[in-house]
């Protein structure tokens, strides 16, 4: 899967770096929403819930046909997330709220698909990603093991809204990780995420 994943995300920008032109580049800044899921061989008591992140970034849009093209972007990312305890196996303990946190450094091509209108222009993207730990902020014994880079892809939905004096697009992305981050004897965290970002093309 890690294999298939490189090798996507190599051609994609190979397709890139090979256009005639750009199409356009631009800045996006919006919230990401993080989930995890803690998975133990044993009874499990920390279900973390999402907290709203922050993400911003840029992006230059390749291969300008009339309804593709491709976009590479580079981001910083926040992805969050929290649980409250108040109680380990039934018994009542003070009330103490875990924190998991992670900034990333995010690297994606993504094919855009475009249903160009008068006014607006609704598209589809999808395409693998990597991510990068740039600060790491856990509750944990064992920090150490968490995993610094991350492959999987995103897919999602937008629209650019070209007003002639300004070109502005609003998107909601759903990013996948593909391998864990984190695997021990007992326990396996997966990930996944919400993007929803405005942007602008400068």
């Known amino acids: 899967m890690k294999k298939l994943l490189i090798v996507g995300f190599i051609l994609v920008l190979c397709t890139a770096s090979q256009a005639q032109f750009i199409r356009g580049y631009g800045l996006k ?3 990401t929403v993080a989930n ?3 998975d133990y061989s044993g009874q499990s008591f920390i ?3 999402g907290k709203v992140g922050f993400n911003i970034g840029g992006f230059i849009e390749f291969l ?3 309804a593709i093209s491709v976009v590479g972007e ?3 990312v926040q992805k969050r997330a929290e649980e409250e305890i108040n109680s380990v196996n ?3 303990i003070p009330n103490t ?3 998991f946190g992670d900034d990333y450094l995010n690297i994606s091509a993504l094919a855009k698909l475009r249903f160009s209108m008068v006014v607006i222009a609704p598209y589809i993207v999808a395409g693998p990603k990597i991510d990068f730990s740039l600060n790491r902020e856990i509750d944990s014994d064992f920090n150490d093991d968490f995993k610094n880079a991350r492959f999987g892809f995103k897919v999602g939905v937008g629209t650019e809204v070209d007003l002639k004096v300004i070109h502005l697009l609003a998107e909601f992305i759903y ?3 593909a391998n864990s981050l984190y695997t021990g004897d007992d326990l396996e965290i997966k990930t996944n995420s919400f993007d929803f970002r405005i942007g602008i093309y400068l």
């Open 29 to 31: 800044v919006g919230g």
């Open 36 to 38: 995890q899921v803690w």
């Open 47 to 49: 279900e973390p819930d």
């Open 64 to 66: 300008d046909l009339p």
């Open 74 to 76: 580079v981001n910083y």
């Open 90 to 92: 039934g018994v009542a």
């Open 97 to 99: 709220t875990y924190e």
């Open 175 to 177: 990013d996948y990780d």
